[in-house]
């Protein structure tokens, strides 16, 4: 069902997986990637799947320093060093271009989903960008000049060497998630991420370690989606979980986020919370891939 493949990112070599539509060079691609900690096997592989039956190319990939990509700090999460990973994995797709017709599609979901929000506006010539549950924040926040404050981070981003920015929020190294917060406090802390992550972490070869350190480096302007949205060029759906239970996702900011899109949008409320349809093959997890397929075809 796919190949092997992989790519340079920030100097690491990031790995993933190739799904060859049946008639790939007349087909779009799918770059697809994980939120917190997540690997390539745990659910989005399914997903992933079910795109390539639908007759879309995919390439899913595991972020710098977790699954089977390597990195110099494993198991540490930096949003602007997975947002450069998405960017290098886009222009490697493009180099292959005898694979696909030159229509790539962003695919990203939790913190993911966050970031093809704020990468979307800096990748030029995209097809389109589906942002699953998108982990956009709890503060809406508004720019005095919103030109300016993109201008910067797109300075910020382009400029690299993300590993040199200071530090303005480290946390960890710690669990990703516990059942025992008192105990054992960890990065995710409600129930349904615990289950969820040693259910899809738990299969054989997942390749998915209970550890993780958060860093935000501390910039002129945040790596945000409400600075990049409207700037965003490409059409833009945004599923979100209804009563989504993680604590720094609020529904409001989502909206806000959704709000200052003026490309071509579309939006869609799945029950389940943040993680109903991130079970393969249950009833929510098909209501997802219908919707984002129709959604994909419609733009493609």
């Not at 977790?66 to 494993?74: E, I, L, P, T, Y």
């Not at 389940?272 to 929510?284: Q, R």
Request: aromatic share 12%; charged share 20%; with cysteine.
């Amino acid at each position: 069902m796919f190949t092997e493949k992989e790519f340079l990112s920030e100097g690491s070599i990031l790995r993933g997986r190739w799904y060859a539509a049946q008639y790939g060079p007349e087909s779009p691609c799918i770059v697809m990637s994980h939120g917190t900690s997540a690997t390539v096997p745990m659910c989005l592989s399914e997903y992933a799947t079910e795109f390539q039956k639908k007759g879309f190319n995919v390439f899913l990939y595991d972020h710098v320093g977790f699954g089977k990509s390597q990195g110099q700090v494993r198991q540490t999460i930096n949003p602007w060093i997975q947002a450069r990973g998405i960017a290098d994995a886009v222009a490697h797709i493009r180099s292959e271009h005898h694979l696909h017709n030159k229509k790539i599609i962003l695919w990203g979901d939790s913190f993911a989903g966050m970031l093809v929000l704020a990468v979307g506006a800096l990748i030029n010539d995209l097809t389109g960008v589906v942002s699953f549950t998108a982990s956009c924040g709890l503060k809406i926040l508004n720019f005095e000049d919103p030109v300016s404050s993109f201008e910067k981070l797109k300075t910020i981003f382009n400029t690299g060497n993300f590993d040199e920015l200071e530090d303005g929020i480290r946390e960890g190294p710690m669990p990703v998630v516990s059942h025992n917060q008192e105990a054992s406090p960890s990065l995710l802390t409600p129930i349904q991420a615990f289950r969820w992550f040693i259910d899809q972490g738990g299969q054989w070869n997942s390749g998915w370690e209970n550890s993780v350190t958060r860093v935000i480096p501390k910039t002129d302007v945040p790596f945000s989606p409400l600075v990049t949205a409207p700037f965003i060029k490409a059409p833009v759906l945004m599923m979100i979980g209804r009563e989504d239970e993680m604590p720094l996702i609020s529904r409001e900011t989502q909206v806000a986020v959704y709000d200052r899109l003026k490309c071509r949008k579309e939006f869609y409320e799945i029950d389940g919370g943040h993680f109903g349809a991130l079970y393969p093959k249950s009833p929510l997890f098909y209501e997802a891939v219908s919707i984002q397929s129709a959604f994909i075809k419609s733009i493609t």
